[in-house]
């Protein structure tokens, strides 16, 4: 139990960091744009392929660097040439239109490395077992990707609170027109945050890569997950999308390692009952519920606190 | 109350012509329904027309959110799905007991279960609009393709719920066993929920919706909770969702899990947007549009999806009011004899626009097959995708292409803006 206990809070917060990771970078987009990044998601999937077929050409480490680039200069294309002329035509548009972009982005990655799951491995120099609790080897790439989650969010935070540039981010969040007064270019701006936001998560594609399964449908499945974490979180919100995200990964985390069910804790109901909406809830185990966890949860919060845990503006 | 007044006595005011017009328009609609399968009578055409049929209801139930209420709803196959699984339980029940409820009546009991739905978890999701019921949406319908998965005595799991509609007691004699005898029970329920929806639009319910598309705040200062309203649309959005869902399960005899699916919900997005939201026929026209090119895209290529988003991404960035959106932006200009000085630039840019997409499709086509090797057959034109050439001709056709194209578009623009300011001049707005 405690072996369980101690396995799934490693890969909890491993994975609530690449969540993290993930929507700081739409938070930032969403909360500095007003538009909500529904090809966020597929940025990562980018990430992730790219991060493949470079690291075939020119090895793990170059293609740590490169990939991410690449992705961010596709985000800053899709700024200047799709979102900036849509703006006029308001928010929906420019949902719909990343909407879309989402929708193209998985069908050309399934055209071009097809849909079955990629064989995108873990660096030879981070192949090994890091350290054994309870006779589990908990491999060190998982450290690595941790090490580069935290890193890369400390970073973040630095950048945006105690630098000048972070300044002038943060005063065209909420002031556009003054930062322009003041000289600066407030769309050059939002291009460079879309495009550092795009890249982030084009990193979090190629480190989640090789842990996680490289497929075309990895974007889809991930990007509700990322919408129910900011918007759990708190529209707007980086402290509410770090809290949600951990919350997230840990309890998606646990509810997969977990194999109980109503049946294995108070017995199995009478078989005479049959088959019915009853006797499906008290089989089910908790392993099979984890994937609507987190919705159940957005469910719940929205019901008891609409604007989210640290959520502060309606919308 | 006294909104229904005024628009009554708006539409006793308009002149006599217009009101006949208006009337034409729908009798020419139900006209064509009942010819059309009569002209093209084969299986095929006749499980086409079904298809359009049931995407028609599905997509202007969602433009009761979209276009009416300004809701983005990223999960509105929630609906559709229910819906389906609703119907066929219903009429497993019917034949099971041997209620007296013949099969006509069975889109009803699907209109209800996605009544239900939007009545149990709708008061949540539209405490809110804009960008968090999309998020909502899109959670919640996440949400409800996952249970159905695990609840299996109700979704069936993995195969889902089959039924038989040639079981069901008898009406007029029809078994309702021919696609054509469904054919026509679809196109009454369509023509009874479009114009269920299109009175709907009428009411002070339908107005207020507007309203709060427009402007929420004023909504209220004048006394309405626009979470009411938006609350009460979704209940209509789901029930006419729901009676589609419950005609689909009736033309296919089955509901499963892929009907709660997001990627049912994403199809109808495209649909209405496509089609259009400001005016009511625009996502007739989409699902008209969309369920052709989804039949007639699939035969030719395994990428019909890309060209699905391909179009998307055009319509949002270049005419956000879809294809009906450009069709009445030449209504002023046809009222003012104006359209002519548009119509060259517009033949000029053909050439061009299309050489344009002739390369798009060619590199989609060249990418999608380099590893098979299939050979292209593009409009008669055989293509080699491993060779050097197609990659050339494809750059040539898509760069070139472009940049001519850009040239004339702008032509457009500028004899647009020409007949445009004549039509103004002459009193008809543009």
Redesign the interface.
């Not at chain 2, 695990?150 to 109700?154: G, M």
């Given at each position: 139990m405690l072996e369980l206990i101690v396995i799934s809070t490693l890969n909890g917060v491993l994975f609530g960091m690449l969540l993290f990771l993930l929507s700081s970078g739409l938070t930032v987009i969403?909360s500095m744009m007003?538009v909500?990044n529904f090809a966020h998601a597929s940025f990562y999937m980018l990430g992730a392929f790219f991060g493949f077929q470079l690291t075939k050409w020119v090895g793990f480490w170059p293609a740590l660097l490169l990939a991410p680039l690449l992705v961010g200069a596709i985000g800053m294309a899709v700024e200047r040439y799709?979102l900036r002329?849509?703006h006029k035509?308001g928010?929906?548009?420019e949902?719909?239109?990343t909407?879309?972009?989402a929708?193209?982005i998985e069908?050309?990655v399934s055209?071009?490395w097809g849909k079955t799951p990629l064989d995108y491995r873990v660096p030879t120099l981070l192949d090994f077992p890091a350290f054994t609790i309870f006779s589990t080897n908990y491999p060190a790439y998982k450290l690595f990707m941790l090490a580069v989650s935290v890193t890369i969010f400390v970073a973040l935070l630095i950048v945006l609170k105690r630098t000048r540039v972070g300044l002038i981010v943060q005063a065209a969040l909420t002031h556009p027109h003054m930062v322009g007064h003041l000289g600066h270019n407030v769309g050059r701006v939002f291009m460079v945050v879309f495009g550092v936001g795009s890249a982030l998560a084009g990193l979090a594609g190629v480190i989640a890569g090789p842990a996680l399964v490289t497929q075309s449908d990895m974007a889809?499945a991930l990007g509700?997950i990322l919408?129910?974490v900011?918007?759990f979180g708190g529209?707007g919100s980086l402290p509410g999308a770090f809290i949600a995200s951990l919350v997230i990964g840990l309890v998606q985390t646990f509810a997969v390692a977990l194999n109980g069910s109503l049946a294995s804790a108070f017995g199995p109901l009478d078989p005479s009952a049959g088959?019915?909406?009853l006797?499906?809830?008290w089989n089910?185990t908790i392993a099979?519920?984890a994937?609507?966890v987190?919705?159940?949860l957005?469910?719940l919060v929205?019901?008891v606190r609409?604007v989210g845990l640290m959520g502060t503006r309606?919308? | 109350m006294t909104a229904a007044v005024t628009s009554a006595s708006h539409l006793a005011a308009k002149p006599a012509g217009s009101r006949l017009r208006f009337y034409a328009v729908w009798v020419i609609g139900v006209v064509a329904l009942i010819v059309l399968p009569l002209l093209f009578n084969s299986g095929g055409s006749l499980t086409s027309f079904s298809l359009i049929g049931i995407a028609i209801v599905f997509a202007l139930s969602y433009n009761i959110l979209l276009g009416q209420t300004?809701l983005?709803s990223?999960g509105h196959a929630v609906h559709y799905g229910l819906g389906g699984f609703a119907a066929c339980h219903m009429m497993n029940a019917v034949v099971a007991h041997g209620w007296p409820i013949p099969l006509p009546f069975i889109p009803l009991f699907g209109g209800l279960g996605g009544l239900a739905f939007a009545i149990i978890?709708g008061w949540?999701?539209t405490?809110?609009?804009?960008?968090?019921f999309?998020?909502?949406s899109?959670?919640?319908g996440?949400?409800v393709a996952?249970?159905s998965l695990?609840?299996?005595?109700?979704f069936g799991g993995e195969a889902g719920i089959t039924t038989d509609r040639t079981a069901l007691p008898r009406m007029f004699g029809w078994t309702f066993g021919p696609q054509l005898q469904v054919y026509y029970l679809i196109a009454f329920w369509l023509v009874l929920s479009a114009i269920a929806m299109y009175a709907l639009t009428r009411t002070p319910l339908g107005r207020i919706s507007n309203a709060v598309r427009d402007n929420p705040e004023r909504v209220q200062f004048i006394g309405y909770d626009p979470h009411v309203v938006r609350y009460l649309a979704y209940c209509f959005a789901g029930f006419f969702a729901g009676v589609a869902g419950g005609l689909a399960a009736i033309s296919f005899e089955i509901a499963n899990s892929a009907y709660l699916g997001?990627i049912q919900s994403?199809l109808v997005?495209f649909a209405t947007?496509i089609g259009g939201t400001a005016y009511f026929f625009g996502p007739i026209l989409g699902a008209i549009l969309v369920t052709y090119l989804q039949l007639g895209l699939t035969s030719l290529t395994s990428?019909w999806?890309?060209y699905?988003?391909?179009i998307?991404?055009g319509i949002?960035?270049f005419s956000?009011g879809g294809i009906a959106g450009l069709l009445m932006m030449h209504r002023p200009l046809v009222r003012a004899g104006t359209l002519g000085m548009v119509i060259p630039s517009y033949l000029v840019a053909v050439v061009p626009t299309a050489a344009l997409a002739y390369g798009v499709i060619l590199t989609?086509e060249t990418?999608?097959r380099y590893s098979g090797g299939d050979a292209i057959n593009l409009f008669g034109v055989a293509f080699n995708p491993q060779s050097p050439a197609t990659w050339g001709v494809a750059a040539i056709l898509v760069v070139a292409g472009f940049f001519v194209a850009r040239s004339t578009w702008q032509r457009i623009a500028g004899a647009w803006d020409r007949a445009a300011t004549v039509a103004r001049d002459r009193g008809y707005l543009a």
């Open positions: 969403f007003g909500l799709g002329n849509t035509h928010h929906v548009a949902l719909l239109l909407f879309g972009l929708f193209a069908e050309v055209m071009i889809a509700p919408f129910v900011i918007v529209l088959p019915s909406v006797t499906d809830i089910v099979q519920v994937p609507i987190p919705y159940l957005l469910v929205l019901i609409p309606e919308s | 300004g983005l990223f978890l949540v999701m405490k809110r609009a804009g960008t968090v999309a998020m909502i899109l959670g919640i996440e949400l996952s249970s695990i609840l299996r005595s109700v997001a994403g997005l947007f990428v999806q890309l699905f988003g391909i998307f991404i949002v960035m956000p989609i990418v999608a």
